[in-house]
Nanobody
Framework: HVQLVESGGGSVTAGGSLRISCAVS????????FAWFRQGPRSKREGVAA???????TYSNSVKGRFIISQDDAENMLYLRMNSLKPEDTAMYYC????????????????????WGQGTQVTVS
């Protein structure tokens, strides 16, 4: 069983930056697909970034060029660096993981991920 715990959310002004973190209870050096999802107050949960076991990353069009997903295998951590934040980035952000997915990308179906964190709130004003 894999546990994921997000942290680092908060309030930031538009144009600012924030890095959120996800502590992973097992070695991130395994071939997991890790992803960040978000859910705004009136929207469905959507994938915004993913990283596969080889370190390849993908991003949704809404965050491409502004957000960076990364992992630290020494610390078993997953990160999402968010730059040039906009009010529309306001959402609860969740990290997700699984070893067995159809494909590993920001658009991997939610149902493919068996492990989820509890979420961390990011508010941009």
């Amino acid at each position: 069983h894999v546990q994921l715990v997000e942290s680092g959310g908060g309030s930031v002004t538009a144009g600012g930056s924030l890095r959120i973190s996800c502590a992973v209870s097992t070695s991130t050096d395994e071939a997991f697909c890790f992803a960040w999802f978000r859910q705004g107050p009136r929207s469905k949960r959507e994938g915004v970034a993913a990283i596969d076991g080889e370190g390849s990353t993908t991003y949704s069009n809404s965050v491409k060029g502004r957000f960076i997903i990364s992992q630290d295998d020494a610390e078993n951590m997953l990160y999402l660096r968010m730059n040039s934040l906009k009010p529309e980035d306001t959402a609860m952000y969740y990290c997700a993981a699984d070893l067995f997915v159809q494909f590993c990308g920001y658009d991997t179906p939610r149902a493919d991920f068996g492990y989820w964190g509890q979420g961390t709130q990011v508010t941009v004003s």
